[in-house]
């Protein structure tokens, strides 16, 4: 079994900063890409910014310059720094990881956190 621990949401005024973090632990070989989605009232779950062990990022348009993930992965920990926050950025905002369990087998298992709130008032 796979926890993700999240930590860091909150409450803030737009332009503000909030920094989210989201720890691992488990039963874990190995994890690959990590990252963050949010959801909104009435919306989909998207994707916000994600990274691969090498640094590789992606980043929704909406959330490019102001946003920034990072990854520990000795911690299997990583982390959404977020400026400039604005009301459109009101969410639920939830981990995510994909697992490597074991060495002899070469699937990924996808393992969600519980999610975090995120309110941007204006």
């Known amino acids: 079994q796979v926890q993700l621990v999240e930590s860091g949401g909150g409450s803030v005024q737009a332009g503000g900063s909030l920094r989210l973090s989201c720890a691992a632990s488990?039963?874990?070989?190995?994890?690959?890409?990590m990252g963050w989605y949010r959801q909104a009232p009435g919306k989909q779950r998207e994707l916000v910014a994600s990274?691969?062990?090498?640094?590789?990022?992606d980043y929704a348009d909406s959330v490019k310059g102001r946003f920034t993930i990072s990854r520990d992965s000795a911690k299997n920990t990583v982390y959404l720094q977020m400026n400039s926050l604005k009301p459109q950025d009101t969410a639920v905002y939830y981990c995510?990881?994909?697992?490597?369990?074991?060495?002899?087998?070469?699937?990924?298992?996808?393992?969600w956190g519980q999610g975090t709130q995120v309110t941007v008032s204006s």
């Open positions: 488990g039963s874990i070989f190995s994890i690959n890409a």
């Open positions: 995510h990881a994909e697992v490597v369990i074991n060495i002899w087998e070469n699937r990924e298992y996808p393992y």
């Open positions: 990274s691969n062990r090498r640094g590789v990022t």
